[in-house]
């Protein structure tokens, strides 16, 4: 990602010089870290701006969904995969698809 520690809250800039994000955390040794873009960071202060204290969170928009190990399976799940991941969790199941 090209940040390093200390640079939360600095504005992350498209091609153009436009500001589209502020950095809000990454991790030191990591190749990702994660940003707020701009809008919802201004939707959250006119919220404040307003008086209202609880601003409402937005989500993943993800559905999880736990399916057996032989339906991930058929659906990609490498045998490698499966063995080191039934290794690292013994009563499990399944997965989260």
Known sequence: SNTAGGSSGSPI???TGKAVALNCGGSDGASAAFY???HRVKRALEWLQTGVTD???GTV?????HKAFDEV???GLSDET??????AEPDA???LV
């Open 82 to 87: 499966e063995k080191e991941l039934r290794q």
């Open 93 to 95: 199941s399944g997965l």
């Open 36 to 38: 707020l873009p701009l």
């Open 55 to 57: 601003v409402p969170r």
């Open 61 to 65: 928009q993800t559905v999880f969904q």
């Open 73 to 75: 399976h058929r659906r």
């Open 13 to 15: 800039l498209a091609k």
